[in-house]
């Protein structure tokens, strides 16, 4: 039986009643399972981190989760953060150096919403803080009293730049869902744009160097992702890289 690639996917850090705890949301390990890209690993987010290189040589590939936590502002700016807003610093530590140390060592990355988010600031790129609150932008988070199917449902259609992976399967635009409240606001160096929403905002990413497979989108293709072609097959070329990387690596 051929030895399945491992995805190390970063955890969240969670306080539940007086204890924090790593977590992963289960609706992206399964698609990694049901995708074909192999057994995802947890990578827990520690202070101080892990040896990340010296993780990265075990594992085939990265995914970057969404999350309910956002980037703490000062990694991209000077700007505070507005009151309320949930963080994760033990996850920021971890991702952010994980994103360069991956590209660097060629080991393929998938990142959605806070996923993507990271890899755009982790290559020098900044973000708003409230997309819904910035002129010339459309309200991009879900209505939360709705039931989870109407959350995730199709919401807006993005334009896939020639060029691109996903133009490359999907042809001019697909429909995707949207629940984010933060978004891009300057692109990070060596980033090239793979979409953007009705209103301009950049919503997925790859890297232009082509030295490494990154992709990084700002929806949520992890949900139900078998039963969305373009969800599908953005797991399945993540899919390939991580098999080809696993190859080399044995």
Known sequence: MAKQPLIGVPCDRKIIGPHPFQAVGEKYLRALVDTGCG?????????????????????????????????????????????????????????LPLVLQAVRARVPVLAVCRGLQEVNVAFGGTLLQKVHATVGHHDHREDQSQPLDVQYAPAHAVTLAPGGLLHSFAG????????????????????????????????????????????????????????????????EHFAQAVRAHADARS
């Open 39 to 95: 057994t995802p690993l947890s990578i827990p987010s520690l202070d101080p981190p892990l040896d990340l290189p010296t993780l990265l040589e075990r594992l085939d590939g990265i995914f970057l989760t969404g999350s309910y936590s956002n980037i703490e502002p000062h990694h991209y700016g000077n700007e505070p953060s507005w009151e309320g807003n949930p963080h994760d610093a033990h996850r920021d530590a971890n991702t």
């Open 172 to 235: 001019d635009t697909a429909m995707v869902n949207s629940l984010h409240g933060q978004g891009i606001r300057s692109l990070g160096n060596g980033l090239a744009v793979e979409a953007t929403a009705p209103d301009g905002l950049i919503e997925a990413v790859r890297l232009a160097s082509g030295e490494s497979f990154l992709l990084a989108v700002q929806w949520h293709p992890e949900w139900k992702v078998l039963e969305n072609d373009f969800y599908r097959r953005t797991f």
